[in-house]
């Protein structure tokens, strides 16, 4: 099973990672041995008793966090509401599956839509779908299927969803426990997919007529964009070797081929990883 604690701080690397990234590389001459001041942290508890919680968003002091079992939390001035989102599938039980990504409409303001990544079954099938969700009073409804039968498995479903600098959907999807085809371009599975806010294709994607914006990926479930712009990801490794990456449209980065430190010509090592498990 996976050091989640380990996993905690690898998140929190990426962070520093980024804002390294922003401000600059330190000068190369300084003595390993100078001291780093350490960052302050401070927390707070916003709700408690939660249902597997996986995504979260934020807008005008109101959070919005999935359960993996389905419900939509609202938390705002100090009070949770659980919001039952009534979706045209039934959500899927298998390991790691459900309610996953959930992103806000740039334009939630005015049409209350927002976006949503679930895993669900069919004839006893596991598939993962892209939806258009809409806030009514009383639910999140499902308004709009925008990509379905993305690969699935018994893990490895990938699932978070960010808006880019440019207002296209990004969607990480993962291999789905089919390793090998985390290289086939055909297979949405192990990818980092792009896609216009109404569905579409965009015109400058890599590979014409392909939502693949970026591919040879295991299992990716991080996305985060520094302030030249510049998109950085993080996803689960094999047995450890958790990554991060600078993603590039187009580019391979590696798996199954390679991790770790290892490199192949054509395809791109990780920035950072956690090595393996102690």
Not at 6 to 31: K, N, R, T, Y
Request: glycine share 10%; net charge negative.
């Amino acid at each position: 099973m996976r050091n989640r604690n380990s996993w905690f701080l690898f998140v929190i690397g990426l962070s520093l990672l980024l804002s390294a990234c922003s401000m600059g590389q330190p000068d190369e001459q300084q003595e390993e041995s100078e001291s780093v001041s350490k960052p302050s942290v401070e927390s707070n508890v916003i709700a408690q008793n939660l249902s597997i919680p996986w995504s979260i968003q934020k807008l005008d002091g109101v959070f919005y966090i999935t359960q993996r079992t389905g419900d939509i939390i609202e938390i705002k001035d100090g009070r949770k509401s659980v919001v039952k989102t009534n979706l045209s599938m039934p959500l899927s039980k298998r390991p790691e599956a459900g309610l996953l990504g959930f992103v806000l409409h740039p334009d939630f303001k005015t049409n209350q839509q927002a976006y949503a990544y679930y895993t669900y079954d069919d004839s006893g099938d596991p598939y993962n779908r892209v939806v258009l969700l809409k806030r009514t009073e009383n639910e999140w409804s499902e308004e709009k299927v925008l990509l379905d039968e993305i690969p699935s498995g018994q893990y490895h479903h990938g699932g978070r969803l960010e808006i880019g600098p440019e207002n296209n959907l990004y969607i990480t999807a993962g291999d789905a426990t089919q390793q090998d085809k985390a290289q086939d371009l055909s297979f949405l599975g192990g990818k980092i997919l792009r896609m216009n806010l109404d569905g579409g294709i965009p015109d400058d994607n890599p590979f014409k007529d392909s939502y693949v914006y970026s591919y040879g990926h295991r299992n990716p479930q991080g996305l985060a964009w520094n302030e030249a712009g510049e998109l950085y990801e993080t996803e689960h490794g094999p047995n450890g070797y958790d990554e991060v990456n600078r993603i590039e449209a187009g580019n391979n980065y590696g798996w199954p081929k390679i991790t770790g430190n290892e490199k192949q010509e054509s395809l791109i090592s990780p920035l950072a990883h956690s090595g393996e498990p102690s």
